[in-house]
């Protein structure tokens, strides 16, 4: 799907108002080149290109004003001339001069150039110069293609939310919203978009698929068996399998991917799973032993591949077991747990296979681990119950995952997870935070200051921003700024219990203490079993 851009008016009195560095100061264009151009702009809003090129290409002269060049530029642009266009827009575009209009028709140029990395360069500085403009769909768009998911979002889901006319925009933002299974994110993008696209009425039935049901799933999919193009045959048939493969039907599953799998491990995972189902455990060796004997050995860093190839290992693994390849079985089932080392299955199929190869210790230990994966496992009931919750809530989700980063000491890893948050939930302070949290808990006290202004610029009535900006400035030994922040909490929320435990810390160290007291009894008036209180009011009632 191709959009046609014309030449709006205000884009072309932009181009004409294009600042320039105060050193280079270029003569102002003679008084027949103004007339020339406010001709041409007159021709290019009636919609004649060609007309406007001719009166301004006379005016293509090494000392021609860089306005006049940039607009000759972009009019090369749109009518089809992308060479042209970038040998003028682009030694602006590449100044500190270039606003986001030029950015933005120089990596348009550059992309029908086929010269990515040149339009991606352009594309993000226009995009940080407008934030929300088409630069920044032209971005995701671009990211996209390439198969940079989160990125591509990030740039790409802004606009389409502010942009409900924009179909493409629209499909593309949420294929990746699927992609990164953002669930709600995905159906918001989707909602009220008709079915009669294919890749529409695909986004549609994946999403039912992802919310556990199936067979409304497989019903909106199946059509596009017969009727999509061609270029989605594949990802039809590996949805549909999917969905029948989760009601049990194994010999659907078989039948829509027999001879479809090439070179894709994802999809040989999926034949030899429902191959294993149906009963034939050779079927399944013969789909996967070629994957598993070129992948196994790998060491994958994505999480993504690594999930991927704890799967072919485990789907490989189980089948060899059922071959009595115990050999085989061994090599497949430990590398699923080193893969994955909360894999219970695995671990169970390899103690079974160590313990029929006579190698009775390792099978014990196997075994063992198993019973503490097991343990630690919560019941099926807890894990469908947060299995769902994630689906529901993405953002609370990969906070929970940025915590955990962060408890293991890859911080920086876990404020890109929340930053991705912030820009992509701007309204959820849930983000905002768990940065400023997890900034405080590395002891980067001043970027946490930083990120609990931003919190309460973006949301000044949120208490526990403010809370969060007063905790900060605590740490910081700016106690007047703290209390200030502490008493606005509660003037917005006066059983802020955080801020009235903290307040009661600080007014103690200012010699406060009455007023400590009576705060630290509310807190336990609202809170009887709060130890912190409790505590912090004994050593004030010991120390009358």
Request: hydrophobic share 45%; glycine share 6%; net charge neutral.
């Amino acid at each position: 799907m191709k959009r046609k851009l014309i030449l709006p008016p205000f884009l072309v009195l932009a181009l004409l108002a294009l600042p320039l560095p105060a050193q280079t100061r270029p003569a102002p264009p003679s008084p027949q080149a103004v007339k020339a151009t406010q001709s041409a702009v007159q021709k290019a809003q009636k919609g004649d290109l060609q007309g406007a090129i001719a009166l301004l290409e006379p005016l293509n002269q090494p000392e021609a004003h860089p306005s006049t060049l940039s607009l000759l530029g972009t009019l090369y642009l749109e009518a089809g001339r992308p060479k042209d266009a970038l040998a003028l827009l682009g030694p602006i575009a590449d100044t500190d001069a270039a606003g986001p209009l030029i950015l933005h028709n120089a990596g348009r140029a550059a992309l029908a150039l086929k010269q990515t990395a040149r339009a991606e360069t352009y594309l993000k500085r226009a995009a940080a110069k407008a934030p929300g403009s088409p630069a920044a769909r032209d971005l995701g768009l671009l990211l996209g293609s390439q198969g940079r998911l989160e990125e591509s979002y990030l740039a790409l889901r802004p606009w389409a939310l502010a942009h409900a006319d924009d179909a493409e925009a629209r499909v593309f933002a949420a294929y990746d919203a699927v992609e990164l299974d953002r669930v709600p994110e995905a159906a918001e993008l989707l909602q009220g978009m008709p079915d009669d696209d294919p890749r529409t009425r695909l986004l549609h039935g994946r999403l039912q698929l992802m919310q556990q049901r199936p067979r409304a799933g497989i019903n909106l999919i199946e059509p596009l068996l017969q009727n999509g193009p061609p270029e989605l045959n594949l990802s039809v048939r590996r949805y549909l399998a999917e969905g029948h493969l989760a009601l049990g039907e194994s010999k659907a599953a078989i039948e829509l991917l027999k001879g479809k799998v090439g070179d894709d491990p994802s999809l040989a995972v999926l034949l030899g799973r429902a191959c294993y189902r149906a009963g034939d455990p050779a079927a399944a060796i013969a789909v996967l032993e070629p994957f598993a004997r070129h992948l196994l050995a790998g060491d994958p860093t994505a999480a993504a591949e690594r999930s991927l190839l704890a799967d072919l290992a485990l789907e490989y693994g189980q089948a060899v077991v059922a071959a009595s390849r115990w050999t085989d079985a061994i090599g497949a089932l430990s590398r699923a747990t080193q893969l994955d080392p909360g894999r219970l299955q695995a671990w169970q199929l390899l103690g079974r296979a160590q313990l029929a190869a006579g190698r009775r210790d390792d099978a014990n230990q196997s075994l063992d681990r198993f019973r503490q994966v097991e343990a630690a496992q919560k019941s099926n009931i807890a894990r469908l119950n947060e299995s769902q919750s994630d689906t529901d809530d993405p953002t609370g989700r990969n906070l929970r995952e940025a915590a955990a980063l962060a408890n293991s000491g890859r911080i920086d890893e876990a404020l890109d997870r929340i930053r991705r948050e912030v820009q992509l939930q701007p309204g959820d302070p849930r983000p905002r935070m768990a940065e400023v949290r997890t900034l405080l808990g590395a002891s980067r006290s001043q970027e946490a200051l930083k990120a609990a202004s931003d919190a309460v610029t973006a949301q000044p009535g949120n208490p526990d921003h403010l809370y969060l900006r007063g905790a900060v400035k605590m740490s910081l030994r700016d106690l007047a700024g703290a209390e200030q922040d502490f008493r606005q909490t509660l003037r917005i929320k006066p059983d802020h219990l955080a801020a009235m435990r903290d307040l009661a810390v600080l007014l103690t160290t200012n010699g406060k203490k009455d007023e400590a007291r009576q705060l630290l009894r509310k807190v336990l008036e609202l809170k009887p079993d709060d130890a912190v209180a409790k505590a912090n009011l004994a050593k004030l009632e010991a120390s009358k």
